[in-house]
């Protein structure tokens, strides 16, 4: 029998990855901290993969990099994306999921697996051997972190996170707000109008409010898709109702709309969506109030910030996400440099691929470049400088034609359901 292969980390990418070797009938041990006291504004669900950010997973739509993303995970026969969809709420024609529900399934998944064990602790040095992938996300512990330096003799770079509010269904004014989707696309969020003198006391208040304060080595190094919605507005008013807010796709016109979309099954919780923030919690409650329906809106969860370590993946990894420093330590997840949650599990199931084509002396090559899988992994692993984090864009295809996604996306799903069958078989 084979020796148990350790994941440390149970995210997105420690989940997928256990996972994925799993199914091929290696033993696994899953090392994960969760719940832990110490994480309780962030997450500390006992379940596996829980989205501590938006509970937004993207788009669906192939034509979408997001949505050809999922679909090549899909050929893939990606575990975590199956209970995405087995959990997901109403969110248009994105995927976005009930949190704990997702999250208690990941878990129960690989706890029904007869060969993964579960440990709940923190991972040390003597959990990582040969053949150990590890996917700590950014919650990493200062152990793993520092292990990590001292095998690459590389400093971590980092980026600026933050969640967005949830506040309570019952406490919404539904007489100053209406129920529907852009163009007409279903009844899937609450919508809030403003008119222009709305907007900007809205505004006004949103850019004075007080706001947690950084380090001066953390300062601007936010992640651009998921920057903090004062920190957009200090752009100028055009980047709220251009953008998080703009009023389009709707029966009548409105000077700008704030959404907020299902964050749970039965729709009791909503999150505002793109307003991740690092506002003090009495500011957050304060500027909130002063959008139209939300007056005595009920905050069930506050925004808050959180810092993110990532390595200089092109000089750390080989292509097969391999230290090139320590022989049999694969790296996974937000850590390499990849951004997102479909973006954590693609690294996830490839490090699982990677490790299983190790154990039974097969090469790995990377995925064809003509996809959405093979494209990130390339940015990741092969940029010719230090990496900033990326998530799925068409930008990151070699041959690509923006008049002509459709058929794009076709011949990338074609591509990646060959190299996985090669690969696995």
């Not at 990855?17 to 669900?45: C, Q, W, Y």
């Not at 008119?195 to 300062?219: G, H, M, P, S, W």
């Not at 002396?361 to 992994?377: A, C």
């Amino acid at each position: 029998m084979e020796e148990r292969i350790n994941v440390i980390g149970g995210g997105f990418a420690g989940s997928e990855a256990a996972l994925t070797l799993s199914s091929f009938g290696l033993p696994v041990k899953i090392i994960e901290k969760r719940p832990d006291p110490s994480m309780s504004h962030f997450n500390n669900s006992s379940g596996f993969a829980y989205p501590v950010c938006s509970n937004s997973f993207k788009s669906v739509e192939i034509k979408n990099a997001h949505g050809l993303l999922k679909g090549e995970l899909s050929v893939m026969r990606s575990s975590v994306l199956k209970e995405a969809i087995k959990a997901k709420v109403k969110a248009g024609k994105a995927l976005a999921v009930d949190r704990d529900i997702f999250s208690a399934s990941v878990r129960k998944n690989a706890e029904n697996r007869k060969n993964i064990e579960l440990a709940k602790r923190d991972a040390g040095r003597e959990d990582i051997g040969e053949n150990t992938i590890i996917a700590t996300g950014p919650f990493s512990s200062d152990a793993i972190l520092n292990y990590i330096k001292e095998k690459t003799g590389k400093e971590f770079f980092h980026f600026i996170d933050s969640v967005s509010p949830i506040i309570s269904r019952e406490s919404i004014n539904f007489n100053k707000c209406f129920i529907a989707s852009r163009y007409n696309e279903g009844t899937d969020y609450v919508n809030c109008p403003m008119t222009r003198d709305e907007f900007d006391v809205f505004y006004d208040a949103l850019i004075n409010a007080e706001k947690v304060l950084f380090d001066d080595t953390d300062k601007e190094q936010f992640f651009s898709a998921c920057m903090p919605v004062e920190e957009v507005a200090l752009y100028g008013k055009r980047a709220l109702v251009f953008g998080i807010m703009k009023p389009i796709g709707f029966d009548k016109k409105y000077f700008a709309v704030v959404q907020l979309r299902n964050e749970n099954k039965n729709g009791t919780m909503l999150n505002i969506v793109g307003f991740q923030t690092r506002l003090k919690w009495g500011e957050q409650k304060r500027v909130i109030s002063m959008i139209p329906g939300l007056e005595n809106a009920k905050i069930m969860r506050y925004g808050v910030m959180h810092r993110n370590p990532y390595i200089d993946s092109p000089f750390c990894l080989g292509e097969n996400l391999e230290l090139k420093s320590e022989n049999g330590i694969f790296i996974a997840g937000q850590i390499t440099g990849s951004e997102g949650y479909m973006e954590a599990v693609l690294t996830g199931l490839y490090a699982g691929l990677s490790v299983y084509c190790k154990i039974k002396h097969k090469e790995i090559t990377l995925p064809p470049e003509t996809t959405m899988s093979g494209s990130l992994l390339r940015y990741i692993l092969r940029s010719e400088k230090p990496i900033s984090p990326m998530n799925a864009n068409f930008g990151l295809l070699k041959v690509y034609n923006k008049k002509d996604k459709i058929f794009f996306a076709k011949k990338a799903l074609r591509d990646i359901y060959e190299w996985y069958n090669e690969t696995t078989h």
